[in-house]
């Protein structure tokens, strides 16, 4: 199975901060490399998906980079709604594995 | 308006057994493999099961094979889990998720709401 590694496991920023996690896969897996955010009681919700196309409906502050094992999800100025907990997921081969998730908190 | 609506969770001893279902609406259920992905209470998400739009292809994960069943009734617009042998290991928040697949990408877009599975003595 691939493992796929997140950090930090949780960060404390200001609204307005540039916030920058990032994912480390065991193996290669290409562009297939997805990103999701939950909240409290929710359903997690795709923001970021072959790396680095951004959903319908998610704003513009958040973007993906990355190819191969290394991944990175960029906030460019955090918004109260974006206090959360991101996970990254790698979609390239079955068993689909998540990572640990970063809980993003107010500073 | 894509929405997915998953019931059946409850509480179930463990060796007991349980079926979630999850209601689509909103599109066309028929075209897309469905997922189930499910977080145990204060955890990170794990997949679980997944399964093509005509049922010719189902994957498990290893923690769940041979205990869980997937299928789905198209006709119904719906998708099933089956779980039998439950373990105390298996209470968590079960999801059923969309996925969408292209040739360089392939995602969960769509999630429910989610149901919770308690095993417990």
């Known amino acids: 199975d691939i493992q796929m590694t997140q950090s930090p496991s949780s960060l404390s920023a200001s609204i307005g901060d540039r916030v920058t996690i990032t994912c480390r896969a065991s193996?290669?897996?290409?562009?297939?490399l997805n990103w999701y955010q939950q909240k409290p009681g929710k359903a997690p919700k795709l923001l970021i998906y072959?790396?680095?196309s951004l959903q319908s409906g998610v704003p513009s502050r958040f973007s993906g980079s990355g190819s191969g094992t290394d991944f990175t999800l960029t906030i460019s100025s955090l918004q109260l709604e974006d206090f959360a907990t991101y996970y990254c997921h790698q979609s390239f081969s079955i068993p689909d594995t998540f990572g640990q998730g970063t809980k993003l908190e107010i500073k | 308006e894509v929405h997915m609506v998953e019931s059946g969770g409850g509480l179930v001893k463990p060796g007991g057994s349980l079926r979630l279902s999850c209601e689509a609406s909103?599109?066309?259920?028929?075209?897309?493999?469905m997922n189930w992905v499910r977080q145990a209470p204060g955890k990170g998400l794990e997949w679980v099961s997944s399964?093509?739009?005509?049922?010719?292809?189902?994957y498990y994960a290893d923690s769940v094979k041979g205990r869980f069943t997937v299928s789905r009734d198209n006709a119904k617009n719906s998708l099933y889990l089956q779980m039998s042998t439950l373990r105390a290991e298996d209470t968590a928040i079960y999801y059923c998720?969309?996925?969408?697949?292209?040739?360089?990408?392939?995602?969960?877009?769509?999630w429910g709401q989610g149901t919770l599975v308690t095993v417990s003595s």
């Open positions: 909103g599109f066309t259920f028929s075209s897309f493999m």
């Open positions: 399964i093509s739009s005509s049922s010719e292809y189902i």
């Open positions: 193996q290669t897996i290409n562009t297939y």
């Open positions: 072959g790396a680095l």
């Open positions: 998720a969309r996925e969408v697949y292209s040739g360089t990408y392939r995602d969960f877009d769509y």
